[in-house]
């Protein structure tokens, strides 16, 4: 069992001038009572910061990391650097990272896919949970959650997701279905929302009002950790009409909004699945990564 309320590994633990200030906002959380962390390998030094601030505490932590790695050989070094990495000798939750296309799907299931590697490390106690997460196209997402038993999804969850290629009301549906924790992401709408004048108040409260099991959210500094847990220590959930109120508060925000993890919007057909296939493999050759 975990609070509501997680946080996420990008905003200040990524992008912070100093490490100090990173791992203060992190040890921060955690005296507040923050438990799921969210990181991945992709987001610069977010997990070395947060496995330097939750080094002697590391069994009040939940640690969720991910790979970008289809293929299980090149998936296992990925998860061992995370393990150095976050100071570590296991993950609470491994995610397949940014599923976007059918094919990916194919290849996690393979031969020599990423889900046998997911298995034997589970086994030897590696890892203890096993989530899959997608920022594009809902579909590739819910497939995933028909063909394995996930013990998580994430997922974007704020007012702009329902405009097009809702995870809400499909990936949301199939994880009811088959048992996956929710976990809510894109809560703030990358930023973009909040820093629009939206409420980030009203936007978390939006967040947890869905059928998720934790929202995580990516904090600028320690002031903006404590307004999130007293608005999560706070919660009660918004009414439908309230729901459908804010989704319907600024059009054009929240279309930009959906426009920047869903940058297909509008494709349909092979232009959509070539995008998404490029995006893909684009995804997994980003530097830094020698392994494929």
């Given at each position: 069992m975990l609070p509501v309320l997680g946080l996420g590994g990008q905003s200040l633990i990524q992008n912070a001038p100093d490490e100090d200030s990173a791992v203060e906002m992190i040890r921060r959380a955690v005296e507040l009572g923050i438990r799921y962390i969210d990181t991945a390998p992709l987001y610069g030094e977010s997990e070395v910061r947060i496995g330097k601030a939750v080094e002697g505490m590391r069994e009040r932590v939940f640690l969720a990391t991910k790979t970008v790695y289809r293929r299980a050989s090149s998936a296992l070094r990925s998860l061992e650097r995370s393990l150095q990495r976050l100071r570590t000798d296991y993950v609470d939750n491994y995610q397949l990272h940014c599923l976007m296309h059918p094919a990916e799907v194919d290849a996690v299931f393979a031969r020599d896919g990423v889900i046998r590697m997911v298995e034997k490390v589970r086994e030897e106690g590696i890892i203890r949970h096993v989530g899959v997460t997608g920022h594009f196209v809902p579909s590739v997402l819910s497939e995933m959650l028909r063909r394995y038993p996930f013990d998580s999804v994430?997922?974007?969850?704020?007012?702009?997701?329902?405009?097009?290629?809702?995870?809400?009301?499909?990936?949301?549906?199939?994880?009811?279905?088959?048992?996956?924790?929710?976990?809510?992401?894109?809560?703030?709408?990358?930023?973009?929302l909040t820093h629009e004048g939206l409420d980030p108040a009203a936007l978390l409260r939006y967040a947890l009002s869905w059928?998720?099991?934790?929202?995580?959210?990516?904090?600028?500094?320690?002031?903006?950790?404590?307004?999130?847990?007293?608005?999560?220590?706070?919660?009660?959930?918004?009414?439908?009409?309230?729901?459908?109120?804010?989704?319907?508060?600024?059009?054009?925000?929240?279309?930009?909004?959906?426009?920047?993890?869903?940058?297909?919007?509008?494709?349909?057909?092979?232009?959509?699945?070539?995008?998404?296939?490029?995006?893909?493999?684009?995804?997994?050759?980003?530097?830094?990564?020698?392994?494929?």
């Open positions: 994430l997922i974007p969850v704020n007012p702009a997701d329902p405009m097009s290629y809702s995870f809400t009301a499909d990936t949301l549906k199939v994880a009811r279905e088959t048992g996956a924790s929710v976990v809510a992401m894109k809560v703030m709408g990358a930023g973009l059928p998720v099991s934790v929202a995580i959210v990516s904090c600028r500094s320690i002031a903006d950790v404590e307004a999130n847990v007293r608005v999560a220590g706070a919660f009660q959930p918004m009414t439908e009409e309230e729901m459908r109120s804010i989704e319907q508060l600024r059009p054009d925000l929240l279309a930009r909004c959906n426009a920047i993890y869903k940058r297909h919007s509008g494709r349909s057909g092979l232009k959509l699945e070539l995008f998404n296939y490029l995006a893909s493999v684009l995804c997994r050759r980003l530097p830094g990564w020698k392994h494929f």
